[in-house]
C-alpha cells in the first residue's frame, strides 16, 4: 500500500519528468487499487498500512473528483445546441463502411476525424449529406478531416477552415481550425492531434503543442468569440499537458460525465482504458450532452458532443 500510495503521489510530478508524467493517467485503476486494500486493511484491522491505501485513495480521487461530481453552467433558453463528432478512426481501420454509416446517422454540425490518409478522404467524400470543409491526408496517423453538413441547421452556419501550425512544435503537425456562427455569434473550434508523449522530445512537443491551443483559445475568449479545442490529446486531465486548459479558464466537457474512457479500445470494456480524446471550451460555452461513441474498428472511442451558448 506504501508502494501505491508513492505510485500516486509521482503521477503529480509529471512536469519534471514524461515518466512520471504517464503515472498520472491511469487514476481510477489505482483508485479502485487502494478502495480494495482500504477495505481489507480496515477488515484486518491493519491500520498503520491502511493509512497508505486512504492516502493513495485521496491521490487519485481529488482529481477524478470533477469528473463525476462536477457540473456545467446551463445554456440560454432555446439555443441552438452544436453538435461535434470528434473520432481517431485509425489509418488503416478495415471497418469504414460501419464508420461512414455511423456519422451519417449521427446529426452531427460538424465532424473531425483523424489519423485520415488518402483513402479515408476518398471515402468521405461519399459520406451522405455531409460534405468536406478542409483535409489534411498523410500517410503517417496525423491526418485531419473536418466535414460538416451539406445543408447546416437553422442556427449554425456553414464552417470556413484553415490549416494552422504550432510555431513552437518541431514536429509541425497540422491543426484545423474553423469559424462558423452559433445563433449569430461567433465560435471557433480548433482540431488537433499531437504527437503521442513517448521519449523526452516528444512529451515536450506534445506539452508544447497542447499549451498552444490553450493561448489560442484564450486569445479567442477575451475577444468574446466561443472557443472550442478538440482532438485525440494523447493525453489524460490529470497530465502536466493538460494544466495549460485549466489555467486558460477553459471547461473540460468531460466535467460530470464520469471517466468516459476513450482509448485503448480493446481495454476500455475491461474498465481499464483512459480518456485521451477531448472537448474543451470557453466559459461562454455550455455542454449540453456528451457521449462516448462506438470504436467501429478503431484503437479509439468517438466521442460527441453537444454546445450551446451558456446562459
Request: charged share 20%; aromatic share 10%.
Amino acid at each position: 500500500m506504501w508502494l501505491l500510495a508513492f505510485v500516486s503521489t509521482l503521477g503529480y510530478a509529471g512536469r519534471w519528468h514524461w515518466t512520471l508524467d504517464l503515472l498520472a493517467h491511469p487514476r481510477r485503476f489505482l483508485f479502485v487499487c487502494a478502495a480494495v486494500g482500504l477495505a481489507w486493511l480496515a477488515i484486518r484491522r491493519r491500520w498503520w498500512f491502511g493509512s497508505a491505501a486512504l492516502a493513495a485513495l485521496v491521490l487519485n480521487g481529488a482529481p477524478m473528483a470533477s469528473l463525476y461530481l462536477g457540473g456545467h453552467a446551463p445554456a440560454v433558453d432555446g439555443a441552438t445546441p452544436l453538435r461535434l463528432v470528434v473520432f481517431n478512426v485509425l489509418t488503416d481501420n478495415p471497418r469504414k463502411g460501419d464508420v461512414l454509416a455511423y456519422l451519417a446517422d449521427g446529426e452531427a454540425d460538424l465532424i473531425g476525424l483523424l489519423e485520415t490518409d488518402d483513402r479515408w478522404v476518398a471515402a468521405l467524400r461519399e459520406l451522405e449529406g455531409y460534405r468536406l470543409v478542409t483535409a489534411q491526408a498523410r500517410s503517417d496517423n496525423f491526418g485531419l478531416v473536418l466535414l460538416e453538413r451539406d445543408r447546416p441547421r437553422p442556427g449554425v452556419s456553414s464552417a470556413m477552415a484553415r490549416v494552422v501550425y504550432a510555431n513552437n512544435t518541431p514536429w509541425a503537425l497540422p491543426m484545423i481550425e474553423a469559424e462558423l456562427t452559433l445563433d449569430d455569434r461567433p465560435v471557433t473550434v480548433l482540431l488537433t492531434h499531437p504527437i503521442p508523449p513517448i521519449g523526452w522530445a516528444r512529451a515536450t512537443d506534445n506539452r508544447e503543442q497542447l499549451a498552444w491551443c490553450a493561448e489560442w483559445a484564450e486569445g479567442r475568449a477575451e475577444r468574446g468569440v466561443g472557443a472550442v479545442v478538440a482532438g485525440d490529446f494523447n493525453a489524460t486531465p490529470f497530465g502536466s499537458a493538460f494544466a495549460p486548459f485549466s489555467r486558460a479558464g477553459l471547461v473540460n466537457s468531460q466535467r460530470g460525465y464520469g471517466w468516459s474512457a476513450t482509448w485503448p479500445g480493446e481495454l476500455t470494456p475491461l474498465g481499464l482504458g483512459i480518456p485521451i480524446d477531448h472537448v474543451v471550451h470557453s466559459a461562454d460555452l455550455a455542454t449540453v450532452d456528451r457521449d462516448v461513441g462506438p470504436k467501429l474498428g478503431s484503437d479509439h472511442h468517438a466521442v460527441v458532443v453537444d454546445l450551446a451558448w451558456a446562459r
